[in-house]
């Protein structure tokens, strides 16, 4: 009888010396703990590198050509930073069978926020998931909706 999975004469020590579990092919011969810090510190050093190299290559090129800029391009320049400064990122949830602050089972038992999202029973309250969305403004439309605007007609002056 014969196994595919990985047995105790198959296994091969983490690749780490300091580690004692077992690694695996997958992962270069570490062990999955070991693997992921392994990753870890490898994106780092390439986050790390990447900044101070873009650096130097924008101080090089400002060195060597020194573009002329006017007014009106520096303005336009500021006007659509600004626009995209307005345009915010809408959230979206995933699965809605998890409470979206806390990632928790909820089901069908969720409550489901004026904001859109599904919350649990702890965080269905606006103030404890920080709900963007506008209470006063929705509360303001409605009345508006509901009671007309009464004006008096105007008296004629002799």
Do not use: W
């Not at 809605?96 to 904001?115: H, L, S």
């Not at 606006?126 to 009464?150: G, M, R, T």
Request: net charge positive.
């Amino acid at each position: 009888m014969s196994t595919t999975g990985n047995s105790a004469q198959d296994a091969k020590p983490c690749a780490n010396p300091d580690c004692t579990f077992h690694g695996h092919e997958i992962y270069g011969d570490y062990c999955s703990l070991c693997f992921k810090t392994r990753k870890a510190q490898e994106n780092e050093q390439l986050l790390q590198s990447t900044p101070a190299e873009k650096k130097e290559e924008e101080q090089l090129k400002e060195l060597v050509e020194q573009p002329k800029v006017d007014e009106q391009s520096k303005k336009e320049a500021s006007d659509e930073e600004k626009k995209n400064d307005e345009t915010p990122v809408k959230r979206v949830q995933k699965n809605r069978k998890r409470c979206f602050e806390c990632r928790k089972k909820v089901g069908y038992t969720g409550i489901e926020c004026r904001c859109g999202f599904v919350f649990c029973g702890v965080h269905r309250y606006p103030k404890s998931h920080n709900c963007d969305f506008d209470f006063k403004a929705q509360a303001k439309k409605s009345l508006e909706a509901a009671n007309q605007k009464v004006e008096a007609e105007k008296v004629e002056r002799f």
